[in-house]
Nanobody, 124 residues
Framework: QVQLVESGGGLVQAGGSLRLSCAAS????????MAWFRQAPGKERECVAA????????YYADSVKGRFTISRDNAKNTVTLQMNSLKPDDTAVYYC?????????????????WGQGTQVTVSS
Protein backbone atom coordinates (compact mmCIF):
# COMPACT_ATOMS: atom_id res chain seq x y z
CA GLN A 1 0.00 0.00 0.00
CA VAL A 2 1.39 3.37 -1.04
CA GLN A 3 1.48 6.10 1.58
CA LEU A 4 2.19 9.73 0.83
CA VAL A 5 3.27 12.22 3.47
CA GLU A 6 3.49 15.94 2.76
CA SER A 7 5.61 18.42 4.64
CA GLY A 8 6.74 22.01 4.32
CA GLY A 9 3.51 23.94 4.63
CA GLY A 10 3.14 26.96 6.87
CA LEU A 11 2.46 30.66 7.11
CA VAL A 12 4.31 33.06 4.85
CA GLN A 13 3.93 36.66 3.79
CA ALA A 14 2.96 37.55 0.26
CA GLY A 15 5.99 37.45 -2.00
CA GLY A 16 7.66 34.78 0.07
CA SER A 17 8.54 31.18 -0.75
CA LEU A 18 7.77 27.72 0.55
CA ARG A 19 8.96 24.31 -0.49
CA LEU A 20 6.58 21.38 -0.16
CA SER A 21 7.87 17.83 -0.07
CA CYS A 22 6.03 14.55 -0.53
CA ALA A 23 7.64 11.33 0.65
CA ALA A 24 6.25 8.06 -0.63
CA SER A 25 6.52 4.80 1.23
CA UNK A 26 5.54 1.34 0.09
CA UNK A 27 5.95 0.27 -3.54
CA UNK A 28 8.26 2.54 -5.49
CA UNK A 29 6.50 5.15 -7.58
CA UNK A 30 9.27 5.65 -10.11
CA UNK A 31 6.93 4.66 -12.97
CA UNK A 32 3.96 6.71 -11.77
CA UNK A 33 2.84 10.22 -12.55
CA MET A 34 2.51 12.45 -9.52
CA ALA A 35 0.88 15.77 -8.83
CA TRP A 36 0.15 18.49 -6.35
CA PHE A 37 -3.44 19.59 -5.85
CA ARG A 38 -4.83 22.29 -3.63
CA GLN A 39 -8.21 23.02 -2.13
CA ALA A 40 -9.29 26.31 -0.62
CA PRO A 41 -12.40 26.63 1.58
CA GLY A 42 -15.54 26.55 -0.53
CA LYS A 43 -13.64 25.71 -3.70
CA GLU A 44 -13.07 22.55 -5.69
CA ARG A 45 -9.79 20.70 -5.54
CA GLU A 46 -7.59 21.84 -8.40
CA CYS A 47 -4.40 20.52 -9.93
CA VAL A 48 -1.54 22.93 -9.34
CA ALA A 49 1.24 20.94 -10.98
CA ALA A 50 1.81 17.43 -12.28
CA UNK A 51 4.84 15.50 -13.46
CA UNK A 52 5.37 12.34 -15.49
CA UNK A 53 7.27 9.34 -14.22
CA UNK A 54 10.51 10.48 -15.84
CA UNK A 55 10.08 14.14 -15.00
CA UNK A 56 10.16 14.97 -18.68
CA UNK A 57 6.55 16.13 -18.86
CA UNK A 58 5.16 18.71 -16.49
CA TYR A 59 1.90 20.60 -16.20
CA TYR A 60 1.18 23.82 -14.34
CA ALA A 61 -2.06 25.62 -13.71
CA ASP A 62 -2.09 29.03 -15.37
CA SER A 63 -2.35 30.68 -11.97
CA VAL A 64 1.04 29.34 -10.86
CA LYS A 65 3.08 29.26 -14.07
CA GLY A 66 6.41 30.97 -13.62
CA ARG A 67 6.11 30.85 -9.83
CA PHE A 68 5.89 27.15 -8.93
CA THR A 69 8.19 24.32 -9.95
CA ILE A 70 7.48 20.62 -9.55
CA SER A 71 10.30 18.09 -9.48
CA ARG A 72 10.88 14.51 -8.42
CA ASP A 73 13.68 12.27 -7.25
CA ASN A 74 12.80 8.68 -8.12
CA ALA A 75 15.79 7.31 -6.23
CA LYS A 76 14.45 8.88 -3.04
CA ASN A 77 10.75 8.43 -3.87
CA THR A 78 10.04 12.10 -3.33
CA VAL A 79 8.24 14.91 -5.16
CA THR A 80 8.70 18.56 -4.34
CA LEU A 81 6.85 21.75 -5.14
CA GLN A 82 8.90 24.92 -4.95
CA MET A 83 6.57 27.88 -4.55
CA ASN A 84 7.89 31.39 -5.09
CA SER A 85 6.25 34.80 -5.20
CA LEU A 86 3.37 33.48 -3.15
CA LYS A 87 0.07 35.33 -3.17
CA PRO A 88 -2.85 35.31 -0.72
CA ASP A 89 -4.86 33.43 -3.40
CA ASP A 90 -2.41 30.54 -3.01
CA THR A 91 -3.77 29.89 0.48
CA ALA A 92 -5.14 26.35 0.58
CA VAL A 93 -4.53 22.83 1.77
CA TYR A 94 -2.03 21.25 -0.60
CA TYR A 95 -2.20 17.54 -1.36
CA CYS A 96 0.31 15.20 -2.95
CA UNK A 97 -1.18 12.57 -5.25
CA UNK A 98 0.13 9.55 -7.13
CA UNK A 99 -1.38 7.90 -10.17
CA UNK A 100 -0.93 4.34 -11.44
CA UNK A 101 0.04 5.45 -14.94
CA UNK A 102 3.14 7.16 -16.27
CA UNK A 103 1.66 10.29 -17.86
CA UNK A 104 0.22 13.05 -15.67
CA UNK A 105 -3.41 14.02 -15.45
CA UNK A 106 -5.00 17.14 -14.03
CA UNK A 107 -8.15 15.29 -12.99
CA UNK A 108 -8.29 14.47 -9.29
CA UNK A 109 -10.41 11.33 -9.69
CA UNK A 110 -7.67 9.76 -11.81
CA UNK A 111 -5.28 9.65 -8.87
CA UNK A 112 -5.33 6.59 -6.65
CA UNK A 113 -3.17 7.67 -3.73
CA TRP A 114 -3.36 10.84 -1.66
CA GLY A 115 -1.50 12.39 1.20
CA GLN A 116 -3.19 13.92 4.21
CA GLY A 117 -2.55 17.48 3.06
CA THR A 118 -0.49 20.36 4.36
CA GLN A 119 -1.80 23.87 5.03
CA VAL A 120 -0.29 26.81 3.17
CA THR A 121 -1.35 30.26 4.33
CA VAL A 122 -0.16 33.41 2.60
CA SER A 123 -0.79 36.67 4.42
CA SER A 124 -1.14 39.98 2.64
Amino acid sequence: QVQLVESGGGLVQAGGSLRLSCAASGPALSTNAMAWFRQAPGKERECVAAISWSGGITYYADSVKGRFTISRDNAKNTVTLQMNSLKPDDTAVYYCAADTVALPSIVAKNYDYWGQGTQVTVSS
